[in-house]
């Protein structure tokens, strides 16, 4: 029951992040990006970036909901991989984007 809770509530947790971010409160984001971020495209970046929050969240709920209907481990491990691999390309490329680079 433990391996369908914790992904189920990470991933509530993370659209919740994702949503604050997409209405342009980045204060969840390190100190290094919300600095590196003109001040005109914090609205933009935030957009971005919540909107990969939340692809990462629903894989972790996808991934908790095939669990629960005792779907395939293949079928939520393809769904969970691709929706992180998506959720964190979009991210970064905000990070690119409008910090001019991750580091």
């Not at 947790?13 to 969840?28: A, D, E, K, M, Y």
């Not at 209907?69 to 969970?80: N, S």
């Amino acid at each position: 029951m433990d391996q369908i809770i914790v992904p189920a509530l990470l991933g509530l947790l993370l659209i919740v992040l994702g949503t604050q971010n997409c209405r342009g409160h980045i204060n969840s984001l390190h100190r290094y990006n919300r600095h590196r971020v003109a001040e005109a495209d914090i609205p933009a970046f935030g957009r971005m970036v919540g909107s990969g929050t939340i692809i990462c969240g629903v894989g972790l709920l996808l991934y908790a909901a095939c669990l629960l209907l005792q779907l395939m481990e293949v079928i939520a491990a393809t769904l969970l991989i691709a929706c992180l691999i998506l959720g964190l390309a979009l991210s970064f490329y905000a990070m690119i984007k409008y910090n001019k680079g991750i580091f």
